[in-house]
């Protein structure tokens, strides 16, 4: 009873980095780039929400404001590596530890309680079936508006960057450009779910985006591997990154609820993406059947 009472908290919350789990996936696996400014943009993001709110702002201006200010992260990035050839994981990085100071200075501390008692919040964890019901909504219009976005021209030249760099740039297509807006989009809805997030604990802590880079990876590799055989629909895909990251949580829950010890959560995902991911190179490389050749006829 215990486990089925702490599910609809581990659906909300996998919702939520589900919601993160997409913005890594803009990157990741659209413009084949790593990027690891997601542990500060999503901070940025619960940072500038809740002081916001704090300053009686309306929640949805406050939540506009977080994915405006995630998307400036995202710019960033983008410019350290486009414009000042900065390799994508090391202009993560930097753009990482200028968020932590930032983000520091947002607060003025290094958290902010956001309770939902004196604070209108969109979801808590006061009213756990609400929430959920909103964060569903709220997951389907996010996918409706990318499916939408990624269907038009733009959005075509955009998946054309990261599926071929050299094609796309051969087309005339502004690939620096592509780049630059696929970081800013990734980080904005990064920086979105950091504010849902801060709603929902309660809270906005420096230490909350610290690993969250290991979750949407964990995320988008789960999803991927349970829809992968269902659809390559571009929509599907991105709903079954927002399943990874509730299958995600779930586990999570069953970790704790079967007692094992919970400061090796993060070293276990780490272990699970790095399986994932070495899964297709170790089938390519030992269990494919070699090709055999058909003799030319003279």
Aim: glycine share 10%; charged share 10%; aromatic share 10%.
């Amino acid at each position: 009873m215990g486990l089925l009472n702490a599910l609809p908290g581990a659906v909300a919350q996998g919702m939520i980095w589900g919601i993160m789990a997409i913005g890594v996936y803009l990157t990741f696996k659209i413009l084949d780039l790593a990027d690891l400014t997601v542990d500060g943009s999503m901070v940025t993001g619960m940072a500038v929400c809740a002081m916001l709110m704090v300053a009686g702002w309306n929640v949805w201006a406050a939540m506009l404001v977080a994915f405006v200010a995630g998307m400036a992260a995202g710019l960033i990035t983008g410019l350290f590596h486009t414009a000042m050839g900065i390799p994508a994981i090391l202009a993560g990085i930097l753009t990482q530890l200028i968020l932590w100071s930032l983000n520091l200075k947002i607060m003025g501390k290094a958290n902010q309680a956001l309770p939902a008692r004196t604070f209108d919040v969109l979801v808590t964890q006061l009213h756990k079936y609400e929430s959920l019901i909103i964060l569903a909504v709220f997951c389907i219009v996010l996918v409706a508006v990318l499916y939408w976005f990624f269907g038009t021209k733009f959005g075509v030249a955009l998946r054309a960057t990261g599926s071929n760099e050299k094609m796309a740039r051969a087309q005339g297509i502004n690939t620096s450009r592509n780049k630059v807006i696929g970081f800013v989009l990734s980080n904005g809805v990064v920086a979105l779910s950091g504010a849902l997030l801060a709603q929902y604990s309660g809270k906005a802590d420096i230490n909350d985006g610290r690993g969250a880079i290991v979750i949407g990876l964990a995320a988008v590799i789960i999803g991927e591997v349970l829809v992968s055989r269902i659809s390559s629909n571009f929509a599907v895909r991105l709903f079954g990154v927002i399943l990874g990251g509730v299958i995600y949580y779930i586990v999570y829950q069953v970790v704790i609820f079967l007692g094992l010890d919970t400061d090796l959560l993060k070293m276990l995902s780490a272990v699970v993406v790095a399986i994932f991911l070495a899964v297709p190179h170790i089938k390519q490389t030992y269990f494919s059947k070699p090709v055999k050749r058909k003799k030319e006829v003279s």
